[in-house]
């Protein structure tokens, strides 16, 4: 997909910055990716750029729609470039990748509300675990051995609700 980042800043009433484009560009780079994961990206094409700044944009971004935020157990918080579809992860437990699932026909929100009309659902996040094909393919490697993203341990969450 391409869209002019700038021109999405604006029409989520955002004023556009270098640092909030190089955020959002991190994010579209790296999906899924944790606030460190989006941070080194940004650092990577604009230099130094301080952590509350990209913790700031992402906080901005997840608020107006922009991205999505995933808080999966025992993970730090990732981020998705794709929001509002109310798409499914499914995490491997060796290597912690996450990967899009399409949600079934009705999305899930619209479902709990047609069971529970009292209640307004405005998100819907459903994680399913298990292993991914190349974790399956290597049963015996351990999980500090396999590439890509690691558990973390947590670091201050980039909001504060
Ligand atoms: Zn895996
Ligand atoms: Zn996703």
Do not use: N
Not at 24 to 46: F, T, W
Not at 50 to 73: K, M, N
């Amino acid at each position: 997909m391409k869209t002019d980042k700038a021109e999405l800043l604006r029409a989520h009433g955002l004023t556009v910055t270098p640092q909030r484009l190089a955020v959002l560009k991190a994010v579209e780079h790296c999906p899924h990716g944790s606030a460190d994961a989006i941070a080194d990206d940004v650092r990577g094409r604009l230099g130094t750029v301080s952590v509350q700044t990209i913790y700031d944009a992402l906080t901005t971004f997840v608020e107006r729609g922009l991205i999505r935020r995933i808080e999966p157990a025992g993970s730090p918080a990732l981020f998705d470039p794709r929001a509002g579809d109310g798409h499914h992860h499914a995490i491997c437990r060796s290597c912690r990748s996450v990967q899009d699932v399409e949600s079934p026909i009705t999305p899930l929100p619209f479902r709990a509300h047609a069971s529970r009309p009292d209640f307004v659902v405005d998100e819907a996040e459903v994680v399913y675990w298990g292993l991914c094909a190349a974790c399956r393919a290597t049963p015996d490697t351990p999980p500090a051995d396999t590439p890509g993203p690691r558990p973390r341990p947590r670091k201050p969450r980039p909001h504060s609700l």
